[in-house]
Structures are given as C-alpha cells and as structure tokens.
C-alpha cells in the first residue's frame, strides 16, 4: 500500500483536518516538544468549528428558554385539562394537543438541535479517526522505506568490500533501524508521547494488533505484514514503548480523560434540562420518573465521552475538551446575561403590578 492509495481512506472531516489544517500548520516550522503540529492543529480545528455552530448552540438555547416560558404560562391549563378529563384520556390528549398548538409549543424543535449535535459529535469522530488512521499509515510507510532503502544500500556496501554475508547483514539491520530512529519524529502533546494514541496506558508506538486491529481503539490499517511490521518498528517500540528498567511505558497520564470528563459535567449543571409536558394518561409517578431520566440525561454525554476519551487518540481527546471548556463559557455568560434580562424583566412586571 503506497502513500497515495492511503489517502483515499480519509473522509471530509479528515481530509480539512489532515490535508488542510495540518499541512498549514506543518509549513509553520513549529519545533516544540510540548505541543506538535497536529496539537496546534486541533486547537484551531475546535475553535473554527465552534465558531461555525455558535448560532446552533444559541438556537438551541433560544427554543429551551422559550419552550420553559410556554411551559409556565401553559401549567395552570393543563392542571386543569387533567383534572376535566381525567376519566378520558382520549379527550385529554386532543385537548393537550389544542393547547400545545395555541402556545406554539413544540417538542420535536427542543430535540432537533441535540441531535444536529450529535451528528456533528459523530462526524467529526469519523473525521479524527480517519486523520489518525491515516497518518499512522504514512508515518509507517515512510518509515518502511527509510529501513528497506538504508538496508539494502548498507548490505551491498558490506557485501561489496568483502564482508560476510552473515555479518553483513547484521550491520545492514543495524544501520537501518538507527536510520528509522532518527528518522521519527513523534507528534507530542504537553505530557502525552504521541497525540495519535489514547492518553492512557497505552503504548506510544502502536504494535501490530492495535495497527492493523478492528477492535475499539485500534487503528484499523488493513493489509499489513505482521512479520515487516515488527522488524521496521522494532526500534521505536524498544525506544518508547519502554523505560529504563523494562517497564511499559504509557503513552499519557490519563490527564484529558479526566479533564474532560470533569468539565462535561461541570458545563452540563449549567444548562437545566427543559420541563417535559405532562402526556395523557401519565401519572404523578411517572411524570417524576421522566424528571429523573431527564435528570439521568445529563451525566450519560460525560460518561460517553470519558470513554471515548480512555480508547481513542488523545488529538480525539483534546478536541472533546476544548469543546467542553468553550461549551463551559457559553453556558457561563448565557447563565449571566439571562440572569440579568430576568431580574429586569421582573423589575418591570413588578412595576407594573405596583402602579396598578
């Protein structure tokens, strides 16, 4: 499999991610052992999309708060509708459903914008993980390459002077594992080896069951030889995956898992989960149970995205975080500003409650 055929493996996202992005940030020259190419190039990937779907979050919040103020003005109607109708569930349903349309109150606009951000959430998922799968097997070709080339000039130069065929080999294997040595270069994040495999205890240098694996967490890089494989990154996964004592070495320190998953429950306390009408033929119970799950709701996005943050690229990761924390602030200044525009909007109904 050449370079060439492997970019056919990214999708949209991957290809604004990697071919765009990337490459731009790549031309900048940057040489840091904190934070690599790709790291700068996630940060700005999550700011520009962010920016794209501001006016998404927004309506979403929008439609919440009006959703709320119906629900308010509506609640004394239908307590009343529940207790008219309360033999006839029928009935009651039509009737709930009149005042829904009176109000212009409607469930299915407080759902569209969560799953609008849930496809986003899913796409660019694909998209990373088609950039790293991608530039696992660039950095593998390449690599393979620089082995095999430095290999072969080195054995027919041995070879050439007289060298055992034996010991000629030897030197050969050795020349060309010090070549692909230097000739890697990791893309590192803050503590993380390699922003291209999970902050955990993973290894930094994929073996060959998490490079060419289907499972949850692996690459997925199809047709690979195992045996070259293992032979061309041998001396990488001696270098890093390592310490000095022979102990495996982790990738990261499970510092953006943790991050993330602290900050999505932290942003999910700010936003309050809309008050769901009460349905025919619901009782007391029930309607409290929906609150619950309701409630439930708000701590399984954190949760999912902790472990998608255990078993995919720390770049996923960061990505996740970065969204989480300008999610955060959003939800901080609307909290604010809405606060506000509610104790004025009180203020004025009060007013005129006084002069009357």
Same mark, same amino acid.
């Given at each position: 499999m050449d370079v060439m055929s492997l970019a056919t493996e990214l999708n949209l996202v991957g290809k604004l991610v990697y071919n765009v992005l990337y490459e731009w940030v790549a031309g900048w020259g940057i040489d840091s052992e904190l934070i690599g190419a790709f790291g700068v190039t996630v940060i700005l990937f999550t700011v520009f999309l962010t920016l794209l779907t501001m006016p998404l979050d927004i309506w979403q919040k929008m439609i919440a708060r009006s959703n709320s103020r119906k629900m308010r003005l509506m609640k004394p109607e239908l307590d009343k509708l529940n207790k008219l109708y309360e033999s006839d569930k029928n009935t009651l349903m039509i009737k709930q459903r009149e005042l829904y349309k009176k109000y212009k109150y409607s469930t299915f606009k407080t759902c569209l914008p969560t799953l609008a951000?849930? &496809?986003?959430? @899913?796409? &660019?998922?694909s998209g990373f993980n088609s950039a790293v799968?991608?530039?696992?097997s660039v950095v593998y070709e390449r690599l393979k390459e620089t082995y095999n080339n430095t290999y072969n000039a080195t054995y027919l130069a041995e070879t050439g002077a007289g060298t055992p065929v034996s010991e000629a080999g030897d030197k050969a294997t050795e020349a060309a594992e010090a070549a692909v040595l230097n000739a890697y270069e990791p893309e590192r994040f803050l503590l993380t080896t390699n922003i291209f @495999?999970?902050?955990?205890?993973?290894?930094?240098?994929p073996d060959v069951s998490t490079y060419a694996g289907t499972g949850i967490g692996s690459i997925g890089v199809s047709d690979v030889d195992s045996r070259e494989y293992n032979r061309v990154m041998a001396p990488l996964i001696e270098e890093y995956n390592y310490t000095a004592k022979g102990k495996s070495a982790w990738n990261g320190y499970l510092i953006l898992p943790i991050l993330v998953m602290v900050l999505s429950v932290v942003s999910s306390k700010l936003i309050k989960p809309?008050?769901?009408p009460q349905m025919a033929g619901q009782t007391e119970e029930q309607v409290k149970a929906q609150q619950t799950q309701m409630k439930m709701m708000q701590y399984i996005m954190p949760v999912v995205m902790g472990i998608f943050s255990l078993f995919y690229s720390a770049a996923f990761s960061l990505y996740m975080f970065l969204r989480s924390f300008m999610s955060f602030a959003l939800n901080l200044i609307w909290n604010i500003v809405l606060k506000r525009r509610d104790a004025k909007q009180l203020d004025y109904e009060m007013s005129i409650t006084v002069k009357k």
């Open positions: 951000t849930l &496809v986003i959430f @899913m796409v &660019v998922f799968r991608y530039h696992n @495999m999970p902050d955990t205890w993973k290894d930094p240098i809309p008050e769901q």
